[in-house]
């Protein structure tokens, strides 16, 4: 069964950190590109990063570059991502999300993302 | 920074159809891509660049392209198609950018 599963969130003071972690299972992990999306309360998806499948490539969302890490270890089948500094507005359920496509050649021929895990909660408060 | 503008909320009566629109300067150039979330649920992606559908997709959901505006139609809405739907485009610089999302109310 293709699966991600979540973990590591939790209640965090605002300027502390926390390294959230994703399993993948069922697929080959390295040959996909893997993104981070979180949803506030109340509130609408947002997209916050993602890394290529060797980890040669990341980008972020404006609001967390400087303070957010994306990493991958794909002998253990993990995504990572390295929160520091928080504040109170990255308060958020954190989705890893397999970002589906077909590698050829050198290009990635993207068609969503087609597996999420169930999230994992990270709240910043003091 | 970019976005894809969506309306804050849909509703139509069981059978008929409904129309969710995505707006954003780029969309003429990127592909758009639509997921479904219910309450408490993972989102799910339904329609993959534009108006394809992911295996398993029921075939009353389809995607369709005009200039700006990308559009999910859903026909012969059931019960069940009540929840969250929400756009997702690259930007400029190739990075990912979601709509804010349209509350579908099945009446």
């Known amino acids: 069964e293709v699966q991600l599963v979540e973990s590591g969130g939790g209640l965090v003071q605002p300027g502390g950190s926390l390294r959230l972690s994703c399993a993948a299972s069922?697929?080959?992990?390295?040959?996909?590109?893997m993104s981070w999306v979180r949803q506030a309360p109340g509130k609408g998806l947002e997209w916050v990063a993602n890394?290529?499948?060797?980890?040669?490539?990341?980008y972020y969302v404006d609001s967390v570059k400087g303070r957010f890490t994306i990493s991958r270890d794909n002998a253990k089948n993990s995504l990572y991502l390295q929160m520091n500094r928080l504040r109170d507005e990255d308060t958020a359920v954190y989705f890893c999300?397999?970002?589906?496509?077909?590698?050829?050649?050198?290009?990635?021929?993207?068609?969503?993302?087609?597996?999420w895990g169930q999230g994992t909660t990270v709240t910043v408060s003091s | 920074s970019y976005e894809l503008t969506q309306p804050p909320s849909v509703s139509v009566s069981p059978g008929q159809t409904a129309r969710i629109t995505c707006s954003g300067d780029?969309?003429?150039?990127?592909?758009a891509y639509w997921y479904q979330q219910k309450p408490g649920q993972a989102p799910v992606l339904m329609i993959s660049?534009?108006?394809e559908r992911p295996s398993g997709i029921p075939e009353r959901f389809s995607g369709s392209s005009s200039g700006t505006t990308v559009t999910l139609t859903i026909s012969a809405v059931q019960a069940e198609d009540e929840g969250d739907y929400y756009c997702q485009s690259a930007d400029s610089s190739g990075t990912w950018v979601f709509g804010g999302g349209t509350k579908l109310t099945v009446l």
């Open positions: 999300a397999r970002d589906g496509g077909v590698a050829v050649g050198t290009n990635y021929y993207y068609y969503g993302m087609d597996v």
């Open positions: 780029a969309l003429s150039k990127q592909y």
């Open positions: 069922g697929f080959s992990f390295s040959s996909y590109w």
């Open positions: 890394i290529k499948q060797n980890g040669s490539e990341k």
């Open positions: 660049k534009d108006s």
